[in-house]
Every structure is written in structure tokens, then in C-alpha cells.
């Protein structure tokens, strides 16, 4: 799984509990998502990450799921936000986010509104296919 890249981005295994939400979410659409990958059975998104602090850019709604599956492990891409891929805008306006903004929601807790920013990438990321039984802890009782 580590061994899977696109355009020079890797997947990496991170714990769920790593990483910080800096958006509310959309608790229907992630419920029926989460429905969808345990039907699947399978992890086929991985989600995107600020490289530095663990702040989810995109993969708010996943990151529910993970946390809903009893997840402890979930595919990621490590990405900072100097990279010349990555345009960041507000989903309303495509007007430029100033990213600190981001940062510190995800640092403080104190989450903006579900779908305020839009994260997009020049080139395609690396898909995946795992298991979710592989990104369960082992000593956990199922």
C-alpha cells in the first residue's frame, strides 16, 4: 500500500486519531458513506493531509466514516500547502482561502462550516484498495 504513487504522491498509513478536522460535515452524507465503504468492505480514497499538523484537507466526511468503522488506520496523502498542484479556494466564490485559517480551525477545534474550502489538485492522486479489516487495530474485540 505504501508502495503506491501518482505524480510523485504517496499513501501512507496514518492512526485516525492523528488527524484534525478543520471542517464540520454533513452528518446524513456521511452516514450513507459510511454504509457504502463497510458494504464495499473496502478503503478506496485516500484522504488528503497537511503534511506538518495532521489537518485534514480534504476527506472531512471520510474521516467520520473511518471514526464510525472503528477504524484505527486510514489511508492518507501527505501534502503541504506550498505545493504548486494545490489550488485551495472557497467553494462559493473560488476566491483564494487564506490557508492559517484552516491550520487553526484544525489546531483549535473550532471547525468552519461543512464545505467552506475546496482543495484541488493539478494532477491525480494515487488510488487504493484496502482491506478495512487491515486498518483495525489487532487487540481490538470485534
Not at 468552519?112 to 474485540?141: F, G, I, W, Y
Request: charged letters at 20%; glycine letters at 4%; hydrophobic letters at 40%.
Amino acid at each position: 500500500m505504501g508502495d503506491v504513487a501518482a505524480s510523485n504522491y504517496n499513501i501512507v498509513t496514518l492512526p485516525v486519531a492523528q488527524l484534525r478536522p478543520s471542517e464540520e460535515i454533513e452528518l446524513e452524507r456521511a452516514q450513507m458513506l459510511a454504509q457504502v465503504i463497510a458494504e464495499e468492505g473496502r478503503w478506496t480514497q485516500p484522504i488528503l493531509v497537511e503534511c506538518s499538523q495532521s489537518v485534514i484537507m480534504d476527506g472531512h466526511h471520510r474521516h467520520f466514516c473511518a471514526t464510525t468503522l472503528n477504524l484505527s488506520f486510514v489511508p492518507c496523502v501527505l501534502l503541504s500547502y506550498d505545493d504548486p498542484n494545490l489550488d485551495v479556494t472557497y467553494w462559493r466564490d473560488s476566491t483564494p482561502v487564506d490557508v492559517e485559517q484552516i491550520i487553526r480551525a484544525g489546531l483549535s477545534g473550532d471547525l468552519m462550516k461543512s464545505k467552506t474550502t475546496r482543495h484541488r489538485l493539478h494532477v491525480q492522486l494515487p488510488s487504493c484498495s484496502v482491506d478495512l479489516n487491515e486498518l483495525k487495530d489487532d487487540q481490538q474485540a470485534i
